[in-house]
């Protein structure tokens, strides 16, 4: 059910790599779960993540959450469009919805994540 | 008399629920030496000698002075409506109506402080509210590092010593807090030095935060609060202003000279000086930060009949939802001390606020043509709103021997700021619009033959108070 290009986290973080480029997102069962989305705090471009490390907060009319960066990089680019549009992150959650690029910084730790059906049968466990 | 809530047996029933044979076990997790240690009382004695000796505690709070003190807690006339309204039960609630469909009459009374409280800041948000003053502020300061994500925050010398120490308290050792000093002479003495500020504001290896500065400062004195403003934007850090309500009918309120945050103790608003508390904590923000403020916001909705409803706001970030993550541990909102200052306001009124304003500042003006006339000149010599302060030598003895002729003579500055020698010798006074003219004239009077009785040295420091007799 989770696209099968994409890896995932247990924090359900997605992110797709693109040369040396990652996109990261939510998922969308962490989206089924939050419900509706009316706030998306993200970092300054340039921030260092380390793998693990707190990017931001998304809110949602029931709970604040932190979001985890899936692997390390420099931020390159976050989704603007969130700040007017947070609703974008329930309705494509793995298109408009994304949140930030980052600048891969060890390629190796996607091989820490979860691809597409491991990804499912841990939802499907929840 | 037992005055807990839980009897004998409903302990018993509890502790076996819990399989636990005493209290303490549910204390067990705490280290011994963190508990607290059995209170030690006195014996119980009869109610008639105890309210007997209660009232002789009491009796020693000297209530007759004629007061010049301010120095961040204001003497004002109160309506009879704002302490008769708040006998009424109904306010009488616990902490938090977290259940809108019980509590709209709570829920209201807030959104209506916070409605008249961001109309007199020009600010948008405003949260219901916090301790005090100095809470406040502390707030303030953790706001804007939370919004620019920087550690480090300035806060000028001439905001009330209080709030600087309680800052301190709050940012500990995880974020700094930086004095801006004051210019030292000249017209602009005793007020923020902005050149300083500038200075380290430039410090790119410790990006500013936030930069503090308080209307009318501590001395009284007005401060270029536009000015600093701009030079804390120019560099990205936010601007916090700490206000006295009362001032804000007469002087620009944050909004208009781009203050980012407004804090400030609401206590002149109604409620009287008392020793130490409950105050009002007043804090604001602009829209942008809304989600960077603590305590509670009320919102004005409709319910699912289409009628309007009132509802807590931007709940989730507060502690019961997000722990150690929430924007802050504040508790209570100060709902009582919060209605007071929403009755004391709409009573009154805007043209009410402005007439207390500038009679205070009128009747300060004339304790200073007073003070003059037995040659005791203000410490600074810039504009001031109605509380300033003058250098007496022997300031603390003066202080003193007028307690004893009935006088409080404000603030001996020494007190609050003892190693600083910009306010040896110095007095704070302030004039409300409670401070009648027979008060100044019986005050300068007092104030003269203490003068004369001085010992020589004294005299010799202030020749001109000779003169004036």
Request: hydrophobic share 45%; net charge negative; proline share 6%.
């Amino acid at each position: 059910m989770n696209p099968t290009d994409l890896r995932y986290t247990n924090d359900h973080e997605w992110v797709r790599v693109e040369g040396d480029t990652a996109t990261i997102g939510i998922t969308g069962f962490a989206t089924d779960q939050l419900g509706d989305i009316v706030y998306v705090e993200l970092p300054a471009t340039g921030t260092a993540l380390a793998q693990g490390a707190t990017f931001g907060v998304v809110e949602s009319v029931k709970a604040v959450s932190d979001l985890f960066a899936p692997i390390s990089g420099e931020v390159v680019a976050t989704n603007d469009g969130l700040s007017s549009q947070p609703e974008l992150v329930n309705q494509e959650p793995y298109g408009s919805g994304w949140m930030l690029k980052l600048k891969v910084a060890d390629a190796s730790e996607l091989d820490s994540l979860l691809d597409a059906a491991a990804y499912d049968a841990l939802n499907a466990e929840a | 008399m037992p005055y807990g809530p839980h009897t004998a047996p409903d302990r018993e029933r509890m502790l076996a629920t819990l399989g636990i044979a005493s209290v303490d076990e549910l204390f067990l997790d705490i280290p011994e030496a963190l508990r607290a240690s059995p209170l030690r009382l006195p014996d119980p004695e009869p109610e008639l000698e105890l309210a007997s000796r209660l009232r002789g505690l009491a009796a020693r709070n000297r209530v007759d002075l004629v007061s010049f003190l301010g120095a961040g807690v204001y003497r004002h006339y109160s309506p009879a409506v704002v302490d008769q309204m708040l006998l009424r039960g109904e306010w009488y609630t616990a902490y938090t109506p977290y259940q809108p469909e019980v509590s709209q009459g709570t829920l209201q009374s807030i959104y209506e402080y916070e409605s008249l409280i961001a109309e007199l800041v020009g600010l948008e948000i405003v949260s219901a509210s916090h301790y005090d003053g100095a809470a406040a502020t502390a707030e303030a300061g953790l706001m804007t590092c939370r919004a620019t994500r920087r550690e480090r925050v300035l806060v000028s010398r001439a905001v009330h010593p209080h709030y600087r120490e309680t800052m301190q308290t709050y940012f500990g050792s995880a974020l700094q807090l930086d004095e801006i000093p004051l210019v030292e002479t000249g017209p602009d003495a005793g007020t923020t030095d902005l050149a300083a500020l500038e200075r380290l504001l430039g410090d790119t290896e410790r990006p500013v935060a936030g930069v503090v500065a308080a209307q009318p400062n501590f001395f009284g004195l007005l401060e270029p609060m536009r000015e600093i403003g701009e030079l804390a934007h120019a560099v990205g850090a936010l601007f916090t202003a700490v206000v006295e309500p009362v001032s804000l009918a007469v002087l620009d309120p944050p909004g208009a000279y781009g203050a980012d945050i407004a804090a400030g103790e609401g206590q002149a608003l109604g409620i009287s000086p008392q020793y130490g508390g409950p105050y009002l904590g007043i804090l604001a923000c602009t829209e942008p930060l809304v989600r960077q403020i603590p305590g509670r916001l009320v919102g004005m909705t409709t319910d699912v009949r289409g009628q309007r409803a009132f509802v807590m706001t931007m709940r989730a970030r507060e502690q019961d939802i997000r722990r150690d993550k929430a924007a802050s541990n504040i508790c209570t909102n100060q709902a009582l001390l919060a209605l007071a200052a929403s009755i004391y306001l709409v009573t009154i009124g805007p043209h009410g606020l402005r007439d207390v304003a500038a009679t205070g500042a009128a009747r300060a003006a004339e304790l200073e043509t007073a003070l003059a006339g037995l040659g005791i000149e203000r410490l600074h010599p810039g504009p001031y709103l109605n509380e300033f302060a003058v250098r007496i030598p022997g300031a603390r003895d003066i202080h003193r021997r007028l307690i004893d002729r009935g006088f409080l003579a404000g603030l001996v500055l020494a007190d609050v700021e003892p190693g600083d020698p910009a306010v040896a010798d110095t007095l704070l006074l302030c004039a409300t619009e409670v401070t009648t003219s027979t008060d100044i004239a019986r005050f300068a009077g007092a104030l003269a033959e203490v003068l004369g009785a001085m010992p020589p040295v004294a005299v010799e420091a202030g020749p001109r108070s000779g003169a004036a007799r």
